[in-house]
C-alpha cells in the first residue's frame, strides 16, 4: 500500500510563496476542509484495511472513497473520476451545482475551456483488476453540471500521472459514489480533531500531522508485504490453475488422438471390406440382373407362344363348332331324302376330315401348351434363382450397413471428442487471455506506481538538495547578521544606521527562511525513505508481475502445440469423415439398385403368376374342348353308323331311316 502525507507536502508547496498566497491557501484549506493525511492504495482499500486505518487513534473524520482514471473517447483528456466527498477534501463549486442524479458529474475548473455546462461528457469503460474483472462504473456518459476546484488538484499544471493515454491527468471529475461498483475503496482521508483550525502553513500543524503520520504507518505496518504476497499468491493461483487446466486439456487431447487413431484404423479395416464385399456385391447384382432380363425374354416368348396356342385352339374350337353345325345340318339332309344323304353324307366327310383337322390342330396346341409350360418353369427357375442372389445380396448389403452403422458411431465418438478437445483448447486459450489482461494491467499499474513514485522521489530528493544548501548558507548568513550588529554598534552615523538596519532586515528574512527550510528536513526525510520503501515494493511487484508474464507466454506456446496436434487429429478425422461418405453414398447406389432389382422381380413375380394363371385356364379349356371333341367323335361313329344303316336301306329300297339327332 502506497501512503502518501498529502498535509505534508501542500505544506512545504505554501510555505515557498508570498505571505499573502499563504494565507489565501490557508483559508482554501480550511474552508474545504483539507485531508490532513491521504492514503491511497494501488490494489484497494479491503476490509482489513479499514479496520486498521480505523484503528488510529485522533481523527475526526476517516472518509473511504473511489478513484479512477479515465480517457475520453475523443482521447483528448484523462480525468481522475472521484466520488464525491463526504466530509474531507470538499470540492469548492465556481460555476453551476454539484452532482445530484446518477448521469450527473462536475469537473475541474481547468477543463472549463473545453466543456460547458449542460454538455455530456463520454469516457471510454476500463476493466478494474479485481477478482470480479468488472468496470469500474456502472455508467460512462454524464451530464456536466458545474466546475470547481479541489484541495488535491491545487495547481493547474501539474494534475497527476497515470498509466493510460498519454500518461498526464488533465483534470478532476466528481459522480456519485453510488456509481462505482467496485467492491473495495481506494482512497481513505483523515481529518483529526487536534488540526480542525489549524493552519496547513503552520509549524503546529507540520508537528501534529507528523505524529499522526506516524500512528497511520504503524498501523499500516507490514501491510504493503502482506497485500503483495496475497497477490502474488493469487497470482500464482490463476497461473497454476491455468497450467492444470492446460495439462489436463493436453492429456484429454491425447487420449482423443489415440481414440482417434484406433478409429481411424478401425475405419480403414472397415473401408477394405467393404471395397471387398462391394466387388462381389456389384457382380452378384449384374449377374441376377442378367438373368432376370433373360427369365423375363424366355416369359415373353412363352407368352407369345401361348398366346399363339390359345388362338390355334379357339381356331380347332370353331372349326369343331362349325363340324358340328355342319353334322347336324347333313342329319337334317339325309333326312330329307337321298339327295340330302348325298349331301349329308359329303358333309359327313368333310365334318370327319375338319374333325381330324381340329384333332390335329388341338393335339398340336397342347404341345405348345406343354412347351409353354417348360418354359414358364424354367422362368420360375430364374425368378426363384434370381430371388436367391436377391435375399444374398439383401442379406449382405445389410451387413454392410451395420458395418456403416458402426464406423458412423465410431466417427461420432471421435467427432465428440474432438469437439471437446477444442472447447477445452478454447477454454485454456480464455483462461490465458483473461490472465494476461490482469497480468498486463497489473504490470502497467505496477509501471505508474513505479514512476509515480520516482517523481515524488525526484521532488523530494530536490527539496531535501535545497535544505541541505540552507544549512550550509545559514552559518554565512548568521555571521553576516554579527557583523551587521557590530558595524551598528560602532557607527553613529543616521544615514549609514538606516543602511545597515534595511540590510539586517533583509538577512534576517532570509534566515527566516532558511530556518524554516531547515525546519522541514526531518518530515521530507521521514517522506522520502517512505517513497524509497514504497520505490522498491514497487518493483519488486513489477519483477513478479513480469515474471508470471513468462509464465503464461510458456503456457501460450504450449497450447499453440496442443492445438497443432488437435488441428491434425482433426484433418484425419475429416479424412476419415469423407471416406465414410464416400462409402456411404456406394452403399446409399447398391441399395438403389438391390430396390430396383426387388421391384424387377416382383414385377417378374407378378408375369409368371399371370402366366401360370393363363396356362391353367387354357388347360382347363383344352380339357373341355377334348371332351367336346371325344363326344363329337362318339356322334360321327354313330351317325356313321347310321348313315351306314340308311345306306344299306336306301339300297335295299326302304325309305325309312332317318338321320339321328345330336345327342
Given at each position: 500500500?502506497?501512503?502518501i502525507?498529502?498535509?505534508?507536502?501542500?505544506?512545504?508547496g505554501?510555505?515557498?510563496?508570498?505571505?499573502e498566497?499563504?494565507r489565501?491557501?490557508?483559508?482554501?484549506?480550511?474552508?474545504?476542509?483539507?485531508?490532513?493525511?491521504?492514503?491511497?492504495?494501488?490494489?484497494?482499500?479491503?476490509?482489513k484495511?479499514?479496520?486498521?486505518?480505523?484503528?488510529?487513534?485522533?481523527y475526526k473524520?476517516?472518509?473511504?472513497?473511489?478513484?479512477v482514471?479515465?480517457?475520453?473517447?475523443?482521447?483528448?483528456?484523462?480525468?481522475r473520476?472521484?466520488?464525491?466527498?463526504?466530509?474531507?477534501?470538499?470540492?469548492?463549486?465556481?460555476?453551476?451545482?454539484?452532482?445530484?442524479?446518477?448521469?450527473?458529474?462536475i469537473?475541474?475548473r481547468?477543463?472549463?475551456s473545453?466543456?460547458?455546462?449542460?454538455?455530456?461528457?463520454?469516457?471510454?469503460?476500463?476493466?478494474?483488476?479485481?477478482?470480479?474483472?468488472t468496470?469500474?462504473?456502472?455508467h460512462y456518459?454524464?451530464?456536466?453540471v458545474?466546475?470547481?476546484?479541489?484541495s488535491e488538484?491545487?495547481?493547474?499544471?501539474?494534475?497527476?500521472?497515470?498509466n493510460?493515454?498519454?500518461?498526464?491527468?488533465?483534470?478532476?471529475?466528481?459522480v456519485?459514489?453510488?456509481?462505482f461498483?467496485?467492491?473495495?475503496?481506494?482512497?481513505?482521508?483523515?481529518?483529526f480533531?487536534?488540526?480542525?483550525?489549524?493552519?496547513?502553513?503552520?509549524?503546529?500543524?507540520?508537528?501534529?500531522?507528523?505524529?499522526?503520520?506516524?500512528?497511520v504507518e504503524?498501523?499500516?505496518?507490514?501491510?504493503?508485504?502482506?497485500k503483495?504476497d496475497?497477490?502474488?499468491?493469487?497470482l500464482v493461483?490463476?497461473?497454476?490453475?491455468?497450467?492444470?487446466?492446460?495439462?489436463?486439456?493436453?492429456?484429454?487431447?491425447?487420449?482423443?488422438?489415440?481414440?482417434l487413431?484406433?478409429?481411424?484404423?478401425?475405419?480403414n479395416?472397415f473401408?477394405d471390406?467393404y471395397?471387398?464385399?462391394?466387388?462381389?456385391?456389384?457382380s452378384?447384382?449384374?449377374?441376377?440382373?442378367?438373368?432376370l432380363?433373360?427369365?423375363?425374354?424366355?416369359?415373353?416368348?412363352?407368352?407369345?407362344?401361348?398366346?399363339?396356342?390359345?388362338?390355334?385352339?379357339?381356331?380347332?374350337?370353331?372349326?369343331?363348332?362349325?363340324?358340328?353345325?355342319?353334322y347336324?345340318d347333313?342329319?337334317?339332309?339325309?333326312?330329307?331324302?337321298r339327295?340330302?344323304?348325298?349331301?349329308?353324307?359329303?358333309?359327313?366327310v368333310?365334318?370327319?376330315e375338319?374333325?381330324?383337322?381340329?384333332?390335329?390342330?388341338?393335339?398340336?396346341?397342347?404341345e405348345?401348351?406343354?412347351?409353354?409350360?417348360?418354359?414358364?418353369?424354367?422362368?420360375?427357375?430364374?425368378?426363384?434363382?434370381?430371388?436367391k442372389?436377391?435375399?444374398?445380396?439383401?442379406?449382405?448389403?445389410?451387413?454392410?450397413?451395420k458395418?456403416?452403422?458402426?464406423?458412423?458411431?465410431?466417427?461420432?465418438a471421435?467427432?465428440?471428442?474432438?469437439d471437446?478437445?477444442?472447447?477445452?483448447?478454447?477454454?485454456?486459450?480464455?483462461?490465458?487471455?483473461?490472465?494476461?489482461?490482469?497480468?498486463?494491467?497489473g504490470?502497467?499499474?505496477?509501471q505508474?506506481?513505479?514512476?509515480?513514485?520516482?517523481?515524488?522521489?525526484?521532488?523530494?530528493?530536490n527539496?531535501?538538495?535545497?535544505?541541505?544548501?540552507?544549512?550550509?548558507e545559514?552559518?554565512?548568513?548568521?555571521?553576516?547578521?554579527?557583523?551587521?550588529?557590530?558595524?551598528?554598534?560602532?557607527?553613529t552615523?543616521?544615514?549609514?544606521?538606516n543602511?545597515?538596519?534595511?540590510?539586517?532586515?533583509?538577512?534576517k528574512?532570509i534566515?527566516?527562511?532558511?530556518?524554516?527550510?531547515?525546519?522541514?528536513?526531518?518530515?521530507?526525510?521521514?517522506?522520502?525513505?517512505?517513497?524509497?520503501?514504497?520505490?522498491?515494493?514497487a518493483n519488486?511487484?513489477?519483477?513478479?508481475?513480469k515474471a508470471?508474464?513468462?509464465?503464461l507466454?510458456?503456457?501460450?506456446?504450449?497450447?499453440?502445440?496442443n492445438?497443432?496436434?488437435?488441428?491434425?487429429?482433426?484433418?484425419?478425422?475429416?479424412?476419415?469423415?469423407a471416406e465414410?461418405?464416400?462409402?456411404?453414398a456406394?452403399f446409399?447406389?447398391?441399395?438403389?439398385?438391390l430396390?430396383d432389382?426387388?421391384?424387377?422381380?416382383?414385377?417378374?413375380?407378378?408375369?409368371?403368376?399371370?402366366?401360370?394363371k393363363?396356362?391353367?385356364?387354357?388347360?382347363?379349356?383344352l380339357?373341355?374342348?377334348?371332351?367336346e371333341l371325344e363326344?363329337g367323335?362318339?356322334?360321327?361313329?354313330d351317325?356313321?353308323?347310321?348313315?351306314?344303316?340308311?345306306?344299306?336301306?336306301?339300297?335295299?329300297?326302304?325309305?325309312?331311316?332317318?338321320?339321328p339327332k345330336?345327342?
Amino acid at each position: 500500500m502506497a501512503m502518501i502525507a498529502i498535509g505534508v507536502l501542500v505544506f512545504v508547496g505554501l510555505k515557498v510563496t508570498g505571505p499573502e498566497m499563504t494565507r489565501i491557501g490557508d483559508e482554501y484549506m480550511l474552508r474545504n476542509n483539507a485531508a490532513d493525511i491521504t492514503v491511497v492504495s494501488t490494489y484497494g482499500i479491503d476490509d482489513k484495511d479499514r479496520e486498521l486505518l480505523k484503528s488510529v487513534p485522533g481523527y475526526k473524520y476517516l472518509d473511504f472513497g473511489y478513484s479512477v482514471d479515465l480517457l475520453t473517447k475523443s482521447e483528448e483528456d484523462i480525468v481522475r473520476i472521484q466520488s464525491m466527498p463526504r466530509n474531507v477534501a470538499l470540492i469548492e463549486v465556481v460555476e453551476g451545482r454539484l452532482p445530484k442524479k446518477y448521469d450527473e458529474i462536475i469537473l475541474d475548473r481547468d477543463l472549463q475551456s473545453r466543456y460547458e455546462i449542460g454538455d455530456t461528457i463520454y469516457f471510454k469503460d476500463e476493466k478494474s483488476i479485481d477478482e470480479d474483472n468488472t468496470n469500474y462504473l456502472k455508467h460512462y456518459d454524464f451530464k456536466i453540471v458545474g466546475f470547481g476546484t479541489s484541495s488535491e488538484y491545487i495547481t493547474n499544471t501539474d494534475k497527476g500521472s497515470t498509466n493510460i493515454g498519454f500518461g498526464e491527468i488533465t483534470g478532476f471529475g466528481a459522480v456519485l459514489e453510488n456509481q462505482f461498483k467496485s467492491k473495495e475503496y481506494s482512497i481513505a482521508r483523515y481529518s483529526f480533531d487536534d488540526l480542525v483550525g489549524v493552519k496547513h502553513s503552520s509549524d503546529e500543524f507540520v508537528k501534529r500531522v507528523a505524529v499522526h503520520a506516524n500512528n497511520v504507518e504503524e498501523a499500516l505496518d507490514g501491510r504493503d508485504e502482506t497485500k503483495f504476497d496475497e497477490l502474488k499468491i493469487k497470482l500464482v493461483d490463476e497461473i497454476n490453475d491455468g497450467d492444470k487446466k492446460i495439462n489436463d486439456a493436453r492429456d484429454e487431447l491425447r487420449d482423443a488422438e489415440v481414440k482417434l487413431n484406433d478409429a481411424r484404423v478401425e475405419l480403414n479395416d472397415f473401408f477394405d471390406e467393404y471395397d471387398e464385399s462391394k466387388g462381389d456385391f456389384h457382380s452378384k447384382i449384374a449377374e441376377a440382373k442378367q438373368k432376370l432380363k433373360d427369365a423375363e425374354a424366355e416369359l415373353a416368348d412363352g407368352k407369345i407362344k401361348l398366346e399363339d396356342g390359345k388362338a390355334k385352339l379357339i381356331e380347332e374350337e370353331s372349326k369343331f363348332n362349325d363340324g358340328i353345325r355342319e353334322y347336324e345340318d347333313g342329319k337334317v339332309e339325309l333326312e330329307k331324302g337321298r339327295k340330302e344323304y348325298e349331301d349329308g353324307l359329303k358333309q359327313f366327310v368333310e365334318g370327319s376330315e375338319t374333325l381330324a383337322s381340329g384333332e390335329k390342330e388341338l393335339n398340336e396346341g397342347k404341345e405348345k401348351l406343354k412347351e409353354g409350360e417348360i418354359e414358364l418353369l424354367d422362368g420360375i427357375k430364374q425368378y426363384e434363382d434370381g430371388l436367391k442372389q436377391y435375399k444374398e445380396g439383401k442379406a449382405e448389403l445389410e451387413a454392410n450397413r451395420k458395418i456403416l452403422e458402426t464406423s458412423k458411431t465410431q466417427l461420432d465418438a471421435a467427432k465428440t471428442e474432438i469437439d471437446q478437445g477444442k472447447a477445452l483448447l478454447d477454454e485454456g486459450y480464455a483462461e490465458y487471455e483473461s490472465s494476461k489482461e490482469k497480468v498486463d494491467a497489473g504490470i502497467a499499474y505496477a509501471q505508474g506506481q513505479v514512476d509515480s513514485l520516482n517523481s515524488q522521489k525526484i521532488e523530494l530528493e530536490n527539496q531535501l538538495s535545497e535544505i541541505r544548501q540552507a544549512e550550509s548558507e545559514i552559518d554565512n548568513v548568521n555571521g553576516q547578521i554579527s557583523d551587521l550588529h557590530r558595524q551598528i554598534d560602532e557607527t553613529t552615523d543616521e544615514e549609514t544606521l538606516n543602511q545597515l538596519y534595511e540590510q539586517l532586515n533583509g538577512l534576517k528574512e532570509i534566515k527566516k527562511n532558511l530556518d524554516y527550510a531547515i525546519s522541514q528536513k526531518d518530515s521530507v526525510e521521514t517522506g522520502l525513505q517512505g517513497i524509497e520503501g514504497g520505490l522498491l515494493l514497487a518493483n519488486e511487484g513489477l519483477e513478479e508481475a513480469k515474471a508470471g508474464l513468462v509464465l503464461l507466454e510458456a503456457g501460450k506456446t504450449e497450447l499453440d502445440k496442443n492445438l497443432a496436434t488437435w488441428e491434425v487429429g482433426k484433418a484425419e478425422y475429416d479424412k476419415g469423415k469423407a471416406e465414410y461418405d464416400s462409402g456411404y453414398a456406394q452403399f446409399q447406389e447398391g441399395e438403389k439398385l438391390l430396390v430396383d432389382s426387388g421391384k424387377q422381380l416382383e414385377d417378374a413375380k407378378a408375369e409368371i403368376d399371370k402366366g401360370t394363371k393363363e396356362i391353367a385356364d387354357n388347360k382347363k379349356l383344352l380339357e373341355e374342348k377334348t371332351k367336346e371333341l371325344e363326344d363329337g367323335k362318339k356322334e360321327l361313329a354313330d351317325s356313321k353308323a347310321k348313315l351306314q344303316e340308311a345306306e344299306e336301306e336306301i339300297a335295299s329300297g326302304t325309305n325309312s331311316c332317318k338321320m339321328p339327332k345330336k345327342k
